[in-house]
DNA sequence: AAAATTTATGTAGTTAACTACATAGTTAGC
DNA sequence: GCTAACTATGTAGTTAACTACATAAATTTT
């Protein structure tokens, strides 16, 4: 874009730019999917995957190693679920706990999905021009925020302007 | 976060990671708007700061010139409007245009808001360690999205990979 | 000058995240 | 062993973006 403000104003709009960013991609990836008729949702990936790693584990252990609030693995489990893509049982013990795995559908369809979580990678490789760096800013940003929210250094900030009047 | 699996993933689930970065920081503003009680909605500060710059345009300008469709920015004006922060008249050569601009209610408070702003601005600068070349990287995600959109990208990888097969 | 196309705005419904609240089961304290 | 606090899951409603469609006005084509 030409006259883009919010490239403009820099820094002071990083969340809206972050935002704008995953957007479009989220968005195009979605297009693709409808486009190719995939059974699933984009945003399934992040659970397919994990559940390719641990196999069996709980709605809030998926939360908290993806950094969701619960009620968001909730929804996306109970999709999928119903898709017939997750099983799911209680767990003995706590009986409170679901435990989730995938089903011997989701693993058949597994190896179709690689090929489009592949090309999907090798997409975003290439807008990236093979330097990978912006991830360690990332990583920064992600330690600095676990370290204070941002919240709370927003409020800093705002208290000490009001104090300096 | 110990085992961060989205981390982990590293470029693969960059949408994901972008997206989680700033879902926390508008949340943490949203909190902090909250508290402080403040009139107006954190996502109408591009609106704010593009017609300070600007004084008087339609909707579809403002759309195109912060990269939104224009039904995003339809949504705000109205809400803004309905608060009393916006001006509108119709444009006498194109009937069809909404000329908006910023109501004396809104230049009056634009005082207070950018205290706000210039707070948000500080925390931004402080979780970026006062490095700001991720704005480069993102610049240049931006330029390739604009060269050929993430669709097209996604999509040729995939036929590709169908190919080799 | 009529018809077709484009542009500006608006409306309705979708998505993926969230918070706040509710409920049931588990653990800890006394 | 009872009560209180915590944890796991689930539900309802919110938010900010979107797409698809609708309509009216302006512009272009024929």
Redo the contacts with the bound molecule.
């Keep these: 874009m030409d006259n883009d403000f919010i490239k403009e104003l820099g820094y002071k709009s990083l969340d809206?730019r972050l935002?704008?960013v995953s957007?479009r991609m989220?968005?195009d990836i979605?297009k693709l999917y409808k486009e190719l008729d995939v059974d699933i949702?984009?945003?399934w990936y992040l659970i397919f995957m994990f559940l390719q790693k641990k196999e069996k584990c709980?709605?809030?252990?998926i939360?908290e190693h993806l950094?969701?609030?619960?009620?968001?693995i909730?929804?996306?489990?109970?999709k999928m679920s119903e898709k017939g893509y997750l099983k799911t049982e209680q767990?003995h013990?706590?009986?409170?706990?679901?435990i989730i795995s995938l089903s011997d559908k989701a693993n058949k369809l597994i190896p179709k999905l690689e090929i489009l979580w592949n090309s999907c990678e090798k997409a975003i490789l290439d807008i990236l021009d093979n330097d990978l760096s912006i991830l360690t800013y990332l990583d920064n940003i992600d330690l600095k925020l676990e370290e204070t929210s941002f919240h709370f250094r927003f409020k800093q900030e705002y208290l000490n302007s009001k104090n300096k009047l």
Excluded at 74 to 78: L, Q
């Design positions: 809206s935002k704008r957007d989220s968005r979605r949702e984009p945003n709980s709605i809030s252990y939360a950094g969701y609030a619960h009620p968001s909730v929804v996306i489990v109970k767990d013990l706590d009986k409170r706990k679901q």
